[in-house]
């Protein structure tokens, strides 16, 4: 299943040079799932933000209440946007299931 294409992606030139400016190519490029590292407040709202708009994600913290303080936040963003018609409670379930914690 691929993902929400990204315009203008950067990808290593056919020589293998991977820093940004010479050598990249910008390109369509799909995007399967996407790593937020750091469970606090920006980081928990990062995610959210990117699994409500059709991206799975991946939320990584090093400590476990982190994740836990997180997930409560996250469904708190999902319910508010529903209570404000900002998305269906469909919607943000499906949001809600496209991110995983680790």
Avoid: H, Y
């Avoid at 933000?49 to 997180?70: K, M, N, S, T, Y």
């Amino acid at each position: 299943m691929s993902g929400p294409t990204v315009e203008g992606a950067l990808r290593p030139d056919d020589n293998g040079a991977t820093s940004i400016g010479r050598g990249m190519k910008p390109l369509p490029q799909s995007i399967g799932r996407v790593g937020v590292i750091g469970a606090g407040v920006m980081g928990s709202g990062i995610a959210q933000w990117i699994a409500a708009r059709g991206f799975e994600v991946v939320l990584r913290d090093v400590q476990p209440e982190c994740l836990d303080r997180a997930a409560a936040v996250m469904r708190g963003l999902f319910d508010g946007a529903v209570e404000r018609g900002k998305l269906s409670a469909d919607a943000a379930a499906r949001g809600w299931r496209r991110i995983a914690t680790t």
